[in-house]
């Protein structure tokens, strides 16, 4: 019988220590619940890293043995290999040059990457100590780029899917990169790698056409006589969930408790990770410039900003989270009143019923990265909004610009756009808020993660069977 393998750097829990006992926590990521349904289920496994330092044979051997009770099998990294595979080289690299901060951000170091061929290994080895002929390996994002060819060289046959979660960037940067031939090449171990978008689609393909000097007709790439499919397939939400937690009665106390505490104030609102490809910095002067522009609002907007921490131990997103909290502060004092603060800043993260209460309460959402490979939270807004009310703004420079076109588009490069997309939104109409929202809600509900999962599996199985076909003739 054969499986299913899904290889991504995370497991779909996460393991803190709560003062020297290892504890798990389930991930309410979009991957984690929309693969759950997959290696939940018979012999299907998931190979990932549990998110923190285990020290001790002892220690791993107990936690192995809880995980391989939910089908998880953990990858355990040590201090230098968090350092130099997770934060050197895929959070230094790879992620700065994804998102087009080549000359900013990113720092080539050859023992970084070499020990992201190491890590990539070592999934590796524990993908085929249970691989058999027949079985599906799905592989995700940037971190795992050369895993499809280590795990293709050892197992011809295998059936291979590899998709990126983030942008991948024009020819132009990728080339940038000292190691860029042998990372397309390690993901053209795949039989079909898909990506959000056809732009993402196309600059891989032009990369592997520039670097590599292979073949490709359409979408069709021919490597060492073996057929590979670049492919998108943007990705969706559990809209269901969102849209039944809006209705949950305790979520609904909440957004009342939200509503009361704000009185008639409109509510704006903006969650993402720390990170300086999320643009936070740039809304905030948006948002002080609408200040600037239309001091009328003054007493009568909140800006509700969420930033949930990550990869805290990279300099850059130290920085960051220090010029964030300085802009806050400066926004605040400068126009605070003793009954009100223009921004409501919260640098953690909340449970997902928070977040829904969130989503319900504000009359717009500000999603405005400056480069991100779908952004999700766009989607969990519009599946959130079960009246069809409220607003996005959503940036051209992610993802979900190509489906969510009933949002009000914006280049967050220009702060004054940004600025004013928020006052129309503020002052949209119920019966235009409602045209747009509902196209949008159809289009989230269509194109959810159940879809999404189901295409990328059967396109799989078709490039399988095209490479027979080819094989036999
Ligand atoms: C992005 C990436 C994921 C990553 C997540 C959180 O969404 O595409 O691969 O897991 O960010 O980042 P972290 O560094 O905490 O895993």
């Not at 959130?384 to 979900?400: H, K, Q, T």
Request: aromatic share 10%.
């Amino acid at each position: 019988m054969s499986k299913t393998i899904i290889a991504a750097n995370r497991l779909p829990v996460k393991i803190v220590n709560d003062t020297g006992e290892f504890k798990l926590h389930t991930s309410e990521g979009g991957l984690a619940t929309g693969l759950g349904s997959i290696y939940k289920s018979k012999d299907n496994v998931w190979i990932g890293w549990p998110g923190l330092e285990v020290e001790g044979e002892e220690q791993q051997q107990k936690i192995t043995e809880e995980l391989r009770e939910q089908n998880l099998l953990p990858v355990f990294l040590d201090k230098d290999e968090i350092t130099r595979f997770y934060e050197g080289f895929s959070n230094e690299v790879l992620w700065p040059v994804f998102h087009y901060y080549a000359s900013t951000y990113a720092h080539y170091e050859q023992q970084n990457w070499e020990c992201y061929k190491e890590v990539n290994q070592k999934f590796c080895d524990q993908i085929l100590k249970i691989a058999q002929p027949g079985d599906m390996v799905w592989v995700h994002d940037y971190q795992l780029l050369l895993l499809p060819k280590m795990i293709r060289d050892a197992q011809r046959d295998i059936s291979i899917g590899f998709f990126l979660h983030i942008p991948f960037p024009s020819h132009e940067m990728f080339r940038l990169i000292p190691w860029r031939k042998q990372l397309l090449e390690g993901m053209l171990g795949a039989d079909l790698i898909g990506f959000h978008t056809f732009d993402d689609v196309r600059h891989f393909l032009s990369s592997v056409t520039r670097v590599l000097a292979l073949q490709t007709s359409a979408n069709v790439i021919t490597n060492n006589r073996r057929v590979v499919v670049a492919e998108s397939f943007p990705m969706g939400i559990d809209d269901k969930k969102y849209a039944s937690l809006a209705t949950d009665a305790a979520v609904k106390k909440e957004v009342a408790a939200i509503c009361k505490t704000f009185n008639r104030q409109k509510l704006i609102l903006s969650i993402d990770r720390l990170d300086y490809s999320k643009g936070i910095l740039q809304r905030l002067r948006a948002f002080e410039q609408l200040l600037i522009s239309h001091p009328e609002l003054l007493t009568h907007i909140t800006f509700y900003m969420i930033v949930v921490p990550s990869r805290d131990q990279v300099a850059q997103y130290k920085e960051l989270r220090d010029q964030i909290d300085k802009k806050v502060g400066n926004i605040n004092a400068r126009y605070r009143t003793l009954e009100w603060s223009p921004i409501q800043y919260f640098y953690r993260s909340f449970p997902i019923e928070t977040l829904s209460a969130l989503y319900s309460a504000a009359d717009v959402c500000l999603v405005t990265p400056m480069r991100d490979g779908m952004n999700l939270v766009s989607k969990e807004y519009v599946a959130s909004r079960v009246n069809n009310d409220g607003v996005l703004i959503l940036s051209e420079m992610a993802g979900a610009s190509k489906e969510l076109i009933d949002a009000i588009i914006v280049n967050p490069n220009n702060e004054y756009e940004v600025s004013e997309a928020m006052f129309v939104a503020l002052n949209m109409p119920l019966a235009e808020q409602k045209r747009r929202m509902t196209l949008m809600r159809n289009n989230v509900g269509k194109f959810n993660i159940g879809h999404w999962v189901k295409i990328f599996k059967e396109r799989l199985d078709e490039v399988k069977q095209m490479q027979r076909s080819l094989l036999t003739r």
